[in-house]
């Protein structure tokens, strides 16, 4: 039970603000969980939704106060910048198109942006994004989410520490079976945008979770792509963008050891809720971790037993403990690994706050992950354009 | 993704007091993230610890306003009782003993007690409390917070529904592997208090675990226990309470069908961090849950292959639904269980102060789960001691 | 791959009789095919049915020579103690009201016997095998099964080597759901025998998979049982004997440790096909085996990650390497295990022959085993009856 | 227990010979096992080594004839094929580049070939060996044994009724560990010839795993491989042959629907033993298999709770019940499944020498599925050599 943990509220709340995210949307209702589970934040503003009276309405669900709620992400920005008590920082959950816009309003105006993946719709806006960050004091936080995890960041801390040697291999899949059907065309709003490439972008699957599958594999065996390889498919008739992606990676060497890597993610796979998966081989050992059983990560050491790390267990290190919360065998989930990275995102607004350095512990996916994620899939679309040939990333 | 929801805040939110709790103790801020998850509740006063320094350093880290910071729970009950923005309800998360003495305070005040369990450390203070809560017109809620878990509600809602028949068997254990060695002598605070008689009352590992066994035993099943026989341990060399029981339960026949358990606890079970499972079995079915993973439910209708069902997945149905945030596949914990039912208890709360009545849907552990527990225990010490006769509930 | 296995036939083969087994029978065939596995043994005459013309068609079916081909049990060992390549050794593997009876004319007459359990159907018959078996300079060898899979010996041996410090629990399941329903009243021949008192005997599920797991943990956990309290129920409507079985142990302290069990054995627990487990826990560490995935056992020591360990990778040590037959990660399993118990007793069978004595590392259940299961059962029916009094044993 | 099974022997034992598996060997114990398993097959000649004091030694161990026992798997051929009871089938268990040139000289003899798999060590032995096959009147059998257990059989025939519709993505993986050092080096006998061109062929891990995984998938599938791009590896320093592959696959579109796959076969990855997997997922559900947890079958049929099928239990069909031996939850392994091929050839054997057709249910890998291994293994070997250049198969 020697947990570190994730510390509640010990400074002034942070005032946060939010643009997407009205009634009956999914993300916007888990940012706003996810600011509140350890009560660093405070929602004070928001643009909920383009269309006034849902804004409106969103925004008295909520309890704001309706001086502040916006139906223009842009008057918001620019009025709360000029508030005594305006907002320190603001969570967008627009889809993807809107990402860029929003999020330079804010970041010019010296607001932390927390920002849903993938960074954008299209790689150009996202350099724009890129540039609006570098030029900005500010913080431009990248919800991948997983890398919140407890045994995600130990995972990638046994790598760090070479308890399984050099990587090798480093295997991701993240098969879903929501889009088994056409169930874009019969009214399903979240298959509705997630479909469209003037709402998503290039990438369907490997927008929407690709992006998350190779941001992970990344994340945990610190390894950089050189080039890849990549098929992608449309199953369901009528879909304009990829349901099924198969990618095969190359990264670059590391301590003079080759690696390549896996990845498949789809969007038909029967049976699959949400079955993101990473697998790291070394010379040495291998681990695996897998998103619908989050508590446990096994550690199989080359020819020993294998073993079985639990969240806050035997063998659970520093890295899983600072963003902990309950003693092992509590299961933790979804929500406290995304509310992991909206309260790594904190303390770094703390440090902020005092003009002091960021702790080096803190960590969270930035707009360079960002632009990794939008780079991916772009050589996936190209690649798969030219049949399969290798893109360099 | 058809879930109906745990609701975000739509409400004014329930001005919330908290009984004990101070820095460092564990359970005191799951209680707080629970009432925070949904946002129904606000923190404003609390009565942290009983060391003045101590209660009013953790008042100040968790930013309450310095006025509402008491050092004695009666006072807090009496002063707040008179604000006009008093509290409305309390969180009791003392050591057992204390239950009953704070509770009342609140009770006659009209000031709803979500507390803690067991119920009380004595029987006598269960019964004196169990008046109290019924002379009150304020809620009683008791966090038996593993009933908060949705598949826990889909599994009683399966059983209620017929679907495994008449229920027979209905098997339990609880195995912790914690105390295992002495460490109650060597300074953990968590252990000692949990092992000392005068703080826990009769029961060790019966009253700290298996009353949450056996209470999840109950509500999944719907059968009342009729008599048990029981034989416990205290393994560790000078241990004063239990460290391991085995039950032999009887139920009351229901439906003209008879019914039999069985139910082990034990915190000196090495391998096992919070190994609560319940299985329920009757002439058509079977049902098993497991704490560590509990966004699965195995169904298992006789003559049929076996089925997983998972929360919010095909197959999981409205009791599940109703306490479920996040689509399937996006695993769900232990604090969101716990939540579930500062969630129930808060829809109960916003029906009184509408003046109406509280929805027959809204489902939380009462005062009666309280005393059924502490009978629990009570008839395990008294079968043991007479070695392992009958013992009637 | 270093196993050191099961090796194949390098003496001449056993000459094997088998005394019921006739076509249809479940058991004989499982019998037949253990003999063969290792190629120690040659079936050469049976008795294969008290039916003279099954007997003969199933003698035929197996390809005996006819003239070895009996319709009872008493000719057959008579005739062939006098022929000059009789059999060696013969296995019983009718209903258990037969055993003693069959049993005693071989063991008379120096031919090893290889019975299936329980040992018999009564005490007092048991009584009398005992003695003919003490008397005989044959070997006496009982199908506990599950005590020949690897990992089942893997767990004894580490039991044996201290690992998991002095036992404190042994905690033993047997679940079935193949009774669930009355099909002993519909023709289900398996059924009908085994839930009559006539030839089952005292005990339903006890005697036939209670002693099974019973002797499991006993055989894991090297404890001897010094009392029980049971409390056994016939669920099914017109069932004679128990399907349901509760049991309370207390084991003889072993070191100056007092250690206990739990036993409930159940043919009524849908979705359960054959859920035999046992679960040992010490002052140091805990294991846990469970018969449908028999190539795992995990082992927990206390304060470490718990550990998986694979029959012949990694951790698995001589006493289940002795036992195997192909490297890990190639499953074996029940016929497997089951052969290893003829393959145990084809090596002591190798080492009379030769007048040597018998390796010490060889390893079957003995008369003696049969006699504790056959006083478990009673045990359990005599408790029972008293209302679940303790009866020591 | 409505188990068709595996049927012991009820026809007069098919004389086997064995070309290779002489002591020490691993495989060639296997095969005697799975031919001794259901007792179809009696061995009673062998060239099990090439080294004549080897063959003899070998030839004893096992009990043969001393006439029986050959250097020379030609000569055996030859004085096998005058003699009266001279071998019907022949098992060969050498290393690759020893198939061909053996099992011609059986084939054009008119005795009945049971090869191990890859085929042939290149694909110009192999096409001979195709003609050989075609033109003799013997049954030629390889033993992608994998094939032979039941719920691959099992899933098999649900893709064939239909139960997942449209079959889309064919994911296949086989990671193993046990070359993750360079023990080929070192001594280590398998290692060495698995690794060596000259005997193993073109492929390393393509030719000795990854051909099982190919040929599973197809299998379960139904579909035709079109054309695939891979990316191979040799990771361990001065390894001559791939360690490590991924694979794009493409197969030939079936009523339409157009498929995908994804193959990874690794030898370096620590933490697999014998990691071989399917997963095939269509239009209407999906299904998953694992090697090492072989009684279990994963169906999901879309939009409804998963399915877990288990040998012979609810669910199971006929394709397993024609290979299984024993009740559901009694598992059956390696052996079995390996065993299960052999008695599909005995089969198709007793009907031969009866001159009747062969049982349209009689299903086990022919000379056309080798043709099909050694076509992938020179596809990923050209694809890999071309930089990942798609390969018409």
Same mark, same amino acid.
């Given at each position: 039970?020697?947990?570190?943990?994730?510390?509640?509220?010990?400074?002034?709340?942070?005032?946060?603000?939010?643009?997407?995210?009205?009634?009956?949307?999914?993300?916007?209702?888990? $940012?706003? *969980?996810?600011?509140?589970?350890?009560? $660093?934040?405070?929602?004070?503003?928001? %643009?909920?939704?383009?269309?006034?009276?849902?804004?409106?309405?969103?925004?008295?669900?909520?309890?704001?106060?309706?001086?502040?709620?916006?139906?223009?992400?842009?008057?918001?920005?620019?009025? #709360?910048?000029?508030?005594?008590?305006? =907002?320190?920082?603001?969570? *967008?959950?627009?889809?993807? $198109?809107?990402?860029?816009?929003?999020?330079? #309003?804010?970041?010019?105006?010296? *607001?932390?942006?927390?920002?849903?993946?993938?960074?954008?719709?299209?790689?150009?806006?996202?350099?724009?994004?890129?540039?609006?960050?570098?030029?900005?004091? %500010?913080?431009?936080?990248?919800?991948?989410?997983?890398? @919140?995890?407890?045994?995600? !960041?130990?995972?990638?801390?046994?790598?760090?520490?070479?308890?399984?040697?050099?990587?090798?291999?480093?295997?991701?899949?993240?098969?879903?079976?929501?889009?088994?059907?056409?169930?874009?065309?019969?009214?399903?709003?979240?298959?509705?945008?997630?479909?469209?490439?003037?709402?998503? /972008?290039? /990438?369907?699957?490997?927008?929407?979770?690709?992006?998350?599958?190779?941001?992970? /594999?990344?994340?945990?065996?610190?390894?950089?792509?050189?080039?890849?390889?990549?098929?992608?498919?449309?199953?369901?008739?009528?879909?304009?963008?990829?349901?099924?992606? $198969? +990618?095969?990676?190359?990264?670059?060497?590391?301590?003079?050891?080759?690696?390549?890597?896996?990845?498949?993610?789809?969007?038909?796979?029967?049976?699959?809720?949400?079955?993101?998966? +990473? !697998?790291? &081989? @070394?010379?040495?050992?291998?681990?695996?971790?897998?998103?619908?059983?989050?508590? &446990?990560?096994?550690?199989?050491?080359?020819?020993?037993?294998?073993?079985?790390?639990?969240?806050?267990? %035997?063998?659970?290190?520093?890295?899983?403990?600072?963003?902990?919360?309950?003693?092992? @065998?509590?299961?933790?989930? &979804?929500?406290?690994?995304?509310?992991? =990275?909206?309260? #790594?995102?904190?303390?770094?607004?703390?440090?902020?706050?005092?003009? #002091?350095?960021?702790?080096?512990? +803190?960590?969270?996916?930035?707009?360079?992950?960002?632009?990794?994620?939008?780079?991916?899939?772009?050589?996936?679309?190209?690649?798969?354009?030219?049949?399969?040939?290798?893109?360099?990333?």
């Amino acid at each position: 039970m020697a947990i570190e943990g994730t510390s509640e509220r010990r400074e002034r709340r942070i005032r946060l603000g939010m643009v997407g995210g009205g009634s009956g949307a999914f993300i916007g209702a888990v $940012h706003r *969980i996810a600011a509140r589970l350890d009560d $660093h934040y405070e929602l004070v503003a928001g %643009a909920l939704s383009s269309t006034p009276e849902k804004a409106e309405s969103s925004g008295r669900e909520l309890g704001l106060d309706p001086s502040r709620v916006y139906s223009d992400f842009k008057q918001m920005a620019i009025r #709360e910048a000029k508030l005594k008590d305006g =907002i320190e920082a603001v969570a *967008i959950v627009t889809p993807n $198109h809107v990402h860029y816009a929003a999020a330079k #309003e804010f970041l010019k105006r010296g *607001i932390h942006v927390i920002c849903d993946k993938p960074l954008t719709s299209t790689l150009s806006d996202a350099k724009k994004l890129k540039k609006a960050a570098d030029d900005s004091d %500010a913080l431009f936080v990248l919800t991948h989410n997983y890398t @919140g995890y407890p045994m995600v !960041r130990q995972a990638r801390e046994m790598v760090q520490n070479g308890d399984i040697g050099a990587v090798r291999l480093v295997q991701m899949e993240y098969p879903q079976d929501w889009l088994t059907e056409n169930i874009e065309q019969s009214g399903q709003k979240q298959a509705a945008w997630r479909t469209d490439p003037a709402r998503s /972008g290039a /990438g369907g699957s490997t927008g929407d979770i690709g992006t998350h599958a190779y941001n992970l /594999g990344a994340f945990v065996s610190g390894l950089e792509l050189e080039e890849l390889a990549a098929d992608l498919d449309s199953f369901v008739e009528g879909r304009q963008l990829d349901d099924n992606a $198969h +990618v095969m990676m190359r990264f670059k060497a590391k301590g003079g050891q080759r690696a390549k890597g896996l990845l498949w993610c789809s969007q038909v796979a029967p049976g699959h809720e949400n079955g993101l998966m +990473v !697998r790291v &081989y @070394g010379t040495k050992g291998g681990l695996e971790w897998t998103q619908k059983d989050p508590n &446990y990560l096994w550690y199989t050491p080359f020819g020993e037993p294998k073993r079985l790390i639990t969240r806050a267990g %035997a063998g659970s290190g520093p890295a899983a403990a600072r963003v902990s919360r309950v003693p092992s @065998g509590h299961p933790e989930g &979804y929500l406290e690994g995304f509310a992991n =990275i909206y309260t #790594e995102a904190a303390r770094a607004i703390f440090a902020k706050r005092r003009g #002091e350095a960021i702790d080096p512990a +803190v960590t969270y996916p930035t707009i360079d992950d960002g632009m990794k994620g939008m780079a991916f899939v772009d050589a996936c679309v190209q690649s798969s354009k030219r049949n399969g040939a290798w893109v360099k990333l």
